[in-house]
């Protein structure tokens, strides 16, 4: 979590890292705008990019971005993440598009089973469904040490 004080707490946050994305940046945001299950957080991650990435902020209230020196993409999601308030994380490419149902989808199957999917990934990510992964433990992974790829 972080110190950003929320009304609510949305039960997904969803992490893009960014780097010189370009126009496929816009098309990954919108992907997330479009979800049919609506209480998201996006947290775009500027990794130090040339380009000025402030427009995604503007594309809907609930995206921030956050901005850093060019360190990679696993340190992008790491800072995501622990600037992130949702109950899970679901990542995303800055290059890459969800179907509108995804997260419906996700967080359906996650309510319905809790430990779904996680016998099927690898146990050292601890997933909660394909693509998702508990927020309390990926905080603890980071402060620990661990980075994500």
Known sequence: GSARM???MPT??????AYNSGPYL???VQSVIAQTFTDWECIVVDDGSTEDLSRVEKMDPR????????RGTAAARNNAILHSVGEFIAFLDHDD?????????MVGV???????????QSQATMPCAEGCYYNE???????DGIHLV
């Open 26 to 28: 816009d098309g990954a």
């Open 63 to 70: 995206v921030r971005l956050i901005r850093q020196e060019n």
């Open 137 to 143: 433990f990926m905080v603890g992974l980071i402060a």
């Open 6 to 8: 929320t009304p609510s």
């Open 110 to 120: 996650i309510r319905a089973d809790p430990l779904a999917g996680a016998a099927a």
């Open 12 to 17: 997904v946050s969803v992490v893009i890292p």
């Open 97 to 105: 598009r969800w179907m509108p149902g995804r997260l419906e989808s």
